[in-house]
């Protein structure tokens, strides 16, 4: 079977803030395809991070696609926002939306990639009847909110259940892990049919982050 290599997109949840501009450049010499960017608002989740100000200086200097991870009720509401800031990418969660389909026509019409995003007790099967619209796939393999968790081991049967329904409907989504991602799971992650591996921690904590960013790829 031909080796698959996944797309790395290091998250800026666990940079170190001060130095935001030389993170950004270091994400930018390395490895990685996507810069991940996760907007967090206290309601959707019980945490507050960065948003608009932040991702507007961000995808300024950032070479990589700028990935954007909306942990926020009302979505539709800053997808136009989002877009103006530089997002290429703007994932919304399916449990923020009432009107998931308009969500997702909304984001394609403002020019970006839309993606979909479900919480780790939230069924693949919700997704059948939407597939074929989106370009991504988000599944949190840890609980949103936080970085530096421990990935959940039911997400494994997530993803092949998702990559059979992908591969059947003919839809060409993406599907992109988040949360908990090591260097000792990345391989079986990508094995069980992951396009995009978000990490957080792994790569920002890491001694030598670009070297991490390549051992991810496999
Ligand atoms: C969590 C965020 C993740 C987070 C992952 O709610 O969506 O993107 O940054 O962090 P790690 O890789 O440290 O688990
Ligand atoms: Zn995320």
New binding site residues.
Partial sequence: MEKKTPIIAP?L??ANFLEIGREVEMVNRSEAGWL?L?VMDGRF?PNISFGLPVITQVSKISTKVCDV?L?IEEPEKYAEAFAKAGAQHLTVHIEACVHLHRNIQQIKGLGMKAGVALNPHTPVQLLENIIRDVDLVLVMS?N??????HFIEQTYAKIRQLRKMIDESGSSALIEI????TLENAKAIVEAGTDVL?????VFASKDPLATIRALKG
């Fill in positions: 998250s949840l666990a991940h996760d989740v991870h942990m840890v949103p909110g936080f970085g530096g968790q988040d949360g908990g991602v978000v990490a957080g921690n792994t």
